[in-house]
């Protein structure tokens, strides 16, 4: 026989279908969705200042990049300096330029080494 405190127990637990244990009270699955909310928030966070401190390095890679291209007097040493640090600020092993020659009708890259230096001239 069911005593009228258990029956008074029972009747402030809350059961909910989508909760595997029925016996949650509602202030419980408040508290889980505040935490759960806080971590959320705290993950985002975080993500956020990830991606800012990601972002401030890529323009400081970026303005490196720039300045020591702008440093080269002629387009042979600009072009070379291209070459170099191309393949550092996109970390590819191999990295080229397409250029356009309006005399030839044609398009080409500059090669590794020094064959083809007319192109440039």
Request: net charge positive; aromatic share 12%.
């Amino acid at each position: 026989m069911n005593s009228p405190k258990k029956a008074s127990i029972a009747s402030n637990v809350y059961h909910a279908p989508h909760i595997k244990n029925p016996h949650f009270v509602q202030s419980d699955e408040t508290t889980i969705l505040l935490m759960s909310t806080v971590l959320s928030l705290r993950i985002e966070r975080f993500v956020f200042q990830r991606d800012i401190r990601n972002k401030i390095t890529d323009k400081r890679k970026a303005i490196a990049f720039l300045s020591v291209i702008c440093k080269q007097k002629t387009y042979k040493a600009m072009f070379r300096a291209l070459q170099v640090e191309l393949k550092k600020f996109f970390r590819f092993q191999e990295c080229a330029i397409l250029f356009y020659s309006s005399t030839r009708k044609q398009l080409f890259t500059l090669p590794g080494n020094d064959r083809d230096e007319d192109h440039y001239d």
